[in-house]
């Protein structure tokens, strides 16, 4: 009798245990962002320099992953990011994705995000200042009007990101991607960067268990060449395929998000449960 309740007890405190650990690794990850964060958007939002406050921002999230004991692993060609400005399309698994972004690229780039972040206290004024972009999601006038002055941007020689699938949720696996990133890609004449994240969605939860000490950004760019249909460079750089912004008008979004899904390596259309 004495060996039975002590083999359903040992199990127990292995589970409390490892419950304890996940939620004091929790705790511990919040207090850097607690920490952190005041810090940052006073040093961000005095300045009017976006570059500036872009590379300091960068800094910042480089140093919240490295206290937290995670690490952004690259695969393909880290810091062969193109000279010429490019449209990134990244997939989106939730809000640390940001983080993960900017600690791992080399060169300031302007995210693009919904407009009803501009008016989150504190949070609309900090991402104005590091060059953050905001559409309209709701209103087709001023969706247009929008996609204009992005155009305008990118003619202009910036480097937009954009996450074609447009939210995130619980579940793993990739949603359908909108037409947003590639219309501007076509009407700028730049070339697609897809980039695909894989493990970052893990960091938002409050397990050691559920998410690991590495994370991995699958897809540091290199130059896209010309000619060429959304198709793969070679097998090590299979997840940082490229095209030219011609090729977009023949491609179909299914065509980026099956490379993108081969990359993180679950199916496209897929929601699995986590």
């Known amino acids: ?23 004091a690794w929790g705790v511990y990850c919040w207090s850097l962002v607690v920490l952190l964060a005041p810090i940052l958007w006073c040093g961000v939002v005095f300045h009017r320099d976006i570059e500036r406050n872009w590379r300091v921002t960068a800094h910042a999230c480089r140093t919240l ?7 952004v692993q690259l695969a393909g060609t880290p ?28 060169h300031p ?27 309209e999601r709701r209103d087709d006038r001023r969706s247009l009007e929008d996609e204009a002055s992005l155009v305008a941007q990118a003619e202009r020689r910036d480097t937009l990101l954009f996450f074609p699938e447009g939210t995130f949720t619980c579940s793993a696996g990739l949603a359908s991607f909108h037409l947003g990133a590639f219309r501007v890609a076509c009407l700028a004449q730049r070339p697609v960067v897809p980039i695909a994240l894989h493990g970052a969605g893990g960091i938002a939860r409050w397990s050691v268990a559920a998410a690991p000490w590495r994370h991995y950004c699958h897809g540091a760019p290199s130059d896209p060449p010309r000619r ?3 198709q793969s460079h070679d097998a090590a750089a299979r997840p940082c395929a490229r095209c030219h912004p011609r090729s977009l008008r023949g491609a179909q979004p299914a065509d980026l998000r099956r490379l993108t899904a081969d990359a993180c390596q679950y199916p496209t259309g897929s929601r699995r449960s986590r």
């Open 1 to 23: 009798m004495f060996d039975v309740a002590a083999g359903s007890i040992a199990p127990l405190l292995r589970r409390a245990t490892r419950r304890c650990r996940d939620v």
């Open 109 to 135: 780039v302007s995210f693009v995000a919904k407009r009803e972040l501009s008016a989150w206290p504190f949070m609309g004024r900090f991402l104005r200042a590091i060059g953050v972009r905001f559409v």
């Open 228 to 230: 060429q249909r959304l």
């Open 65 to 71: 992953l490295h206290l937290a004991g995670l690490r």
């Open 79 to 106: 810091g062969a990011f193109p000279s010429e400005p490019v449209i990134v399309a990244a997939n989106h698994t939730s809000y640390p994705d940001n983080v993960v972004l900017m600690s791992a690229l080399a």
